[in-house]
T-cell receptor, first 125, second 106 residues
Framework: QVQLQESGPGLVKPSETLSLTCAVS?????????WGWLRQPPGKGLEWIGSIDYSGNNYYNPSLKSRVTISVDTSKNQFSLKLSSVTAADTAIYYC??????????????????WGQGTLITVSS | DVQMTQSPSSLSASVGDRVTITCQAS??????LNWYQQKPGKAPKLLIYDASSLEKGVPSRFSGSGSGTEFTFTIRSLQPEDIATYYCQQYDSLYSFGQGTKLEIK
């Protein structure tokens, strides 16, 4: 059973860089799939940040692209998020998730599941 | 950007009721739509993919339909454990979510 667990600092100062890691268990990242980061501001909806595969192919939400870096470390079976120049608007619960992108009998399947439990990141001085 | 609009934003229903949530896309997304359930304090969970396919292990009282720009999510007979916020998500053009529908028991 695939499980994901986010870890990070909890509190980040404005203008600094937010760094999070997602540890994956029950599945080797090098075996396939993409792996994604999403976030949810308190009491609000969900936003996709970006995704990466085991070889480092990544793509990002255009609205965040200039500030986002997602990397993967297959030796540690984990992937990471860096978000630079944070402001209060970046305060959110950050989730990592397995990003399934497949084609079965001509049908494209593309979803996020399972997700980690999420970690609240607060941007404040 | 593809904008996803869910309605209603909140809903109160009784156990056993049939519940319907709609999701409208700002452009044709074919059947590239998923539905997630998020219980309070928990991460989202995939329920429906490809607009109408039920994820393994998900109770059959949940269903989805639609294509193009109009989609529907239905709970055939509401159970107490279905209290959650439900989100639609498109994957035709990158990824975006609806604003959510909060479901409460009356």
């Amino acid at each position: 059973q695939v499980q994901l667990q986010e870890s990070g600092p909890g509190l980040v100062k404005p203008s600094e860089t937010l760094s999070l890691t997602c540890a994956v268990s029950g599945y080797a990242i090098s075996s396939g799939y993409y792996w994604g980061w999403l976030r949810q501001p308190p009491g609000k909806g969900l936003e996709w940040i970006g995704s990466i595969d085991y070889s480092g192919n990544n793509y990002y939400n255009p609205s965040l692209k200039s500030r986002v870096t997602i990397s993967v470390d297959t030796s540690k079976n984990q992937f990471s998020l860096k978000l630079s120049s944070v402001t209060a608007a970046d305060t959110a619960i950050y989730y990592c998730a397995r990003h399934v992108i497949t084609m079965v009998r001509g049908v494209i399947n593309n979803w996020f599941d399972p997700w980690g439990q999420g970690t609240l990141i607060t941007v404040s001085s | 950007d593809v904008q996803m609009t869910q309605s209603p934003s909140s809903l109160s229903a009784s156990v056993g009721d049939r519940v319907t949530i709609t999701c409208q896309a700002s452009q044709d997304i074919s059947k590239y739509l998923n539905w997630y359930q998020q219980k309070p304090g928990k991460a989202p969970k995939l329920l429906i993919y490809d607009a109408s396919s039920l994820e393994k292990g998900v109770p059959s009282r949940f269903s989805g339909s639609g294509s193009g720009t109009e989609f529907t999510f239905t709970i055939r007979s509401l159970q107490p454990e279905d209290i959650a916020t439900y989100y639609c998500q498109q994957y035709d053009s990158l990824y975006s979510f609806g604003q959510g529908t909060k479901l409460e028991i009356k």
